[in-house]
């Protein structure tokens, strides 16, 4: 069954503490994997797009990178304003167009 | 606004009432979206349209549940019988026709609360 587990579930940072946040995946067959950030009582927010291992995108003071196994989401340097909930999803192969997330990690940056 | 446009935002309903939700989708945008969001978890994929034709539904939507997307434009999600295990964020999420869930565009949801 196709499976997508974020670690850790919460995560509380001091402002200009760098950190990372991962995604672990076990699917059938990767299409694409998303990262997205969602504010208290909004939708998701779409930050990235990764379609192969070694692929690597960058936004300000984030920077998502993937492989074979797993995505990784890191925080340079944060401020209060990057407090969100981070949600990793993941497309796979075949004959379907739905997203499979993870449960998130809920990220607090203290100033 | 060029954004994902859900109605109503918040709807309290008894048990056992029909509910009725709105998305209007980017207009550019094809393909259209139906997730259900509890309290600590992700979104969980409801179904889709591509235009006005349904594609794929999910195990999720039960019988209770009805979507339409008359002429490929606004869809309603129907909810009849509610119950309380419906209490959710219905997220509605539209994209242009390029594959690959390519820029998935959220709205705000609405949360439906079952009393």
């Known amino acids: 069954e196709d499976q997508v587990t974020q670690s850790p579930e919460a995560l509380r940072l001091q402002e200009g503490e760098s950190s990372s946040l991962n995604c672990s995946y076990t699917v059938s067959g990767l299409r694409g994997l998303f990262w997205y950030r969602q504010d208290p009582g909004k939708g998701p927010e779409f930050l990235f797009t990764l379609y192969s291992a070694g692929e690597e995108k960058e936004k300000e003071r984030l920077k998502a990178t993937l492989t074979k196994k797993e995505s990784f989401l890191h925080i340079t340097a944060p401020k209060p304003e990057d407090s969100a909930t981070y949600l990793c999803?993941?497309?796979?192969?075949?004959?379907?167009?739905?997203?499979?997330f993870g449960t998130g990690t809920l990220l607090a940056v203290q100033p | 606004d060029t954004g994902v446009s859900q109605n109503p935002r918040h709807k309290i309903t008894k048990r056992g009432q029909n509910v009725t939700f709105r998305c209007d989708p980017i207009?550019?945008?094809?393909?259209l979206y139906w997730y259900r969001q509890t309290l600590g978890q992700g979104p969980e994929f409801l179904t889709y349209f591509q235009n006005e034709a349904q594609l794929e539904k999910s195990r999720l939507l039960s019988d209770r549940f009805s979507a339409e997307r008359p002429k490929g434009s606004f869809s309603t999600l129907e909810i009849q019988r509610t119950e309380q295990g419906d209490s959710a964020m219905y997220l509605c999420?539209?994209?242009?026709?390029?594959?690959?869930?390519?820029?998935?565009?959220f709205g705000s949801g609405t949360r439906l609360t079952v009393v």
């Open positions: 207009s550019e945008h094809n393909r």
């Open positions: 999420a539209s994209s242009p026709d390029r594959g690959d869930g390519f820029g998935y565009t």
């Open positions: 999803a993941v497309q796979t192969r075949g004959a379907t167009n739905k997203l499979i």
